[in-house]
Structure formats: C-alpha cells, structure tokens
C-alpha cells in the first residue's frame, strides 16, 4: 500500500525530533558490500567476532533479510557536538579526552526514543499493517551505505559519513519499513577529493586506502571494544583518549568550514566527561564508576577497561606528580588489567618513587601478565 506522509512533512517531523538529516533509500543490496566481506576477510575487524557470524553477513546483504517486507529504509543523522564546543583545561592538570559523541547520554537509549513517533507518525499515515525495525548502530546494517544512498552525505577516506553542509559529526538511525516511499537522490559526488588529512593525522596509521580502518590499530576500538590489553607499541600513540578518538574528524576540512560549534544540544556535554582529570579518574570506585558514567556511552568500556585508559593517559602525560596514584593502583587494584597498564605508566614517569614501587611490586604480584610488564617498566623507569 502505497504510504500519503509527504517527504517535507517526514522532513520536518524528524527535525522537530532532533534529526537534523533525513531521506529515504531504497531496500537494495549495500553498494559496498564486497568491501565489508573483503574487510573482514583481512581480519581487519580485530576481535569483534560478532561481525563476522552468518547471520551478520547475510543480514547485511540484503535488507529483506532484516525485514521480509521492506520496501523503503528511513535514515536520519542526529548531530553531537563539534569538539571544539569544549575548550582544552588548564596545562597544570592532567586531562583525558572522551570522543564527543559520548559527552552526554547514551545515543543507545535517545535515538530510539526519538525515532519512535515518526514510526507512529508514519503507521498512522499508512494505516493498519505497517511493519518495521528501526536500529541505531545496534544490528547487522551497513549504516553508511544506505545514508549515502538516501542523500544524506557520502563516505569520506575516514569512513564517517561527511555531510556537504554541515560536516560529519552524526550519529545514524534507520527505520526499515514496509511503507512505500519513493527515494531520494543519492549524493554521487566524492567530495573528498585529493584531501589526505585524516589519513595523515591519525597517530597509529589505522586508516586504510579502500575506506575502510584497521580496527585493531584504531584508537577508538583500543579504548572502548578492546577488552584485554592495549599494544605496548601503541600506547604513546594514544595520547590523552582515554574513550574513543575524534582527530580524523577535527582535521577534516568540511568540519572546519561547515560543523555548527553550538550544535549538538541533544547530547549536551555532562560536567566532567568532555575532559576529566585523569588523577581523580583513577580513583574511581566501582560504585563512583557506575554513578558517573550512568546511561553514558562510556559504560561500554566498563570500569577495568576505562582505567586501563586512564592510566595510558597518565603515562603519555609523563606527569611525576601522578605517581602517587599509579602506585596506590599497582598495590591495592582488584584488576590486574588496571595494574599492568598502571605498572607500564609508571615506567614513562620514571623517578625513584616508580622504581621503588616497581620493585616492591614485583615481589608481591602473582599474575604473569602483570609481572611482565613490570619488568618492562623498571628498564624503562
């Protein structure tokens, strides 16, 4: 049945719910997707198994898959903040660094909250029978593929989707719908051009020729899906990240021209995540953890992998006045993941507090992986 609701009246209703891009795509196998299957023939997808199951592969390749009577895809882009909405702190405190879009609530739980009265919106214009499944980075969609093919934007050398007006700073949602809506034009135009800045910016070369990444050299996934330790080899390249990373995003040139820098409300930065002090981050209970970071995206890392962060952080800050912290950590943490990373942070700082720490340390731990990295940091200390 073919649907009434207008594009401009969907268009508005999805910008009076906080969706600043919108357009229709039609249910048709992904344009890209040999370069997933080739992607993760390449094992580039690091240690997300899920990504490669049957299901997950054959979801992604046809959207009928996904929903037998789909005859349209809805997608939207909601904007998060521009990273320069939140000014550097002082240079005498330590900071992390949180990746925008994980400043304020969990787009997990907004996104779907907003996209639920355009699907009423729509049932109500179709009438009875309307199926549908919307999805918001949480099953087997190639999200970009279908955004590019609705209008929305096109897929830059970064992989993010790059919107000619307002930049790349969005999160994505897709309803798919068995409602008849015609499509809009898809964007054809590369807009990228000649420009390498992300590839060149990127501190630990994850960023692939085909547009893809090497998810596991990607800060992003080190800091947040990676649930063991973090590359020795990497760690300095990580900087002050301590969830996810935003730097191929901040060089990129329609970022700089055309992202709004008041934009974002939705997600409004909640105090202290933006750029949190890294000292007072490792003191973190699990308790202060949980109440901190609740309905945060940074609940993903769980407590054991955003400290393992923070004390990186710490140890690329090369800051002295830290070691107390690293030291009560290396003696009294429950997780040895926490006290390893703590242990390697201690050999960046050096001094003869970290030595000393060190040494008492390596007669009191019993884990391997903790004592292997504590004799790497007493030759770096």
């Known amino acids: ?215 596991g050299r990607c800060i992003s996934y080190l800091t947040i899906e990676n649930k063991g330790p973090i590359p020795p080899e990497l760690r300095p390249r990580l900087g002050e990240w301590v969830f996810g990373c935003d730097i191929c995003q901040m060089v990129c040139p329609w970022n700089l021209r055309f992202s709004d820098v008041s934009g974002g409300a939705i997600f409004a930065p909640r105090e202290g995540i933006p750029r949190p002090v890294l000292r007072s981050e490792l003191r973190l209970t699990a308790q202060e953890f949980n109440r901190k970071f609740k309905r945060s995206p940074v609940q993903r890392a769980k407590r054991r992998g955003y400290l393992r962060n923070v004390a990186v952080a710490l140890g690329n800050a090369k800051d002295r006045s830290a070691a107390p912290d690293l030291i009560s950590i290396l003696r009294e943490e429950p997780e040895p993941l926490v006290r390893a990373h703590a242990a390697w942070a201690l050999g960046q700082t050096g001094g003869p507090a970290a030595r000393a720490a060190l040494n008492a340390a390596r007669q009191a731990e019993t884990e391997n992986a903790v004592l292997d990295e504590i004799t790497v940091a007493l030759d770096q200390a």
């Open 1 to 215: 049945m073919p649907d009434t609701l207008s594009l401009d009246d969907l268009r508005a209703n999805a910008a009076r719910l906080g969706f600043s891009l919108s357009g229709i795509a039609q249910p048709e196998p992904p344009p890209h997707l040999h370069t997933y299957e080739n992607w993760l023939a390449a094992g580039r997808n690091a240690d997300m198994a899920y990504l490669e199951t049957e299901r997950a592969r054959i979801a992604r390749a046809d959207p009928l898959r996904v929903l037998d009577d789909c005859r349209s895809i809805l997608v939207f882009g909601m904007r998060y903040p521009d990273p320069r909405a939140i000014p550097d702190p002082h240079p005498a405190e330590a900071a992390g660094r949180v990746a925008a879009y994980a400043w304020g609530d969990d787009y997990h739980d907004v996104i779907p909250q907003r996209l639920a009265p355009l699907v009423e919106l729509l049932g109500a214009q179709i009438g009875a029978g309307l199926s549908f499944k919307t999805y918001t980075d949480t099953g087997p969609v190639l999200e970009r593929d279908y955004a590019q093919k609705a209008g929305l934007g096109w897929a830059g050398k970064n992989t993010c989707l790059i919107s000619p007006n307002s930049g790349s700073y969005y999160l994505l949602a897709e309803v798919f719908s068995s409602a008849e809506i015609a499509p809009t034009p898809a964007l054809q135009s590369d807009l990228c051009g000649t420009c390498t800045r992300c590839i060149d910016a990127c501190p630990t070369a994850c960023i692939l020729p085909d547009r893809t990444l090497d998810a």
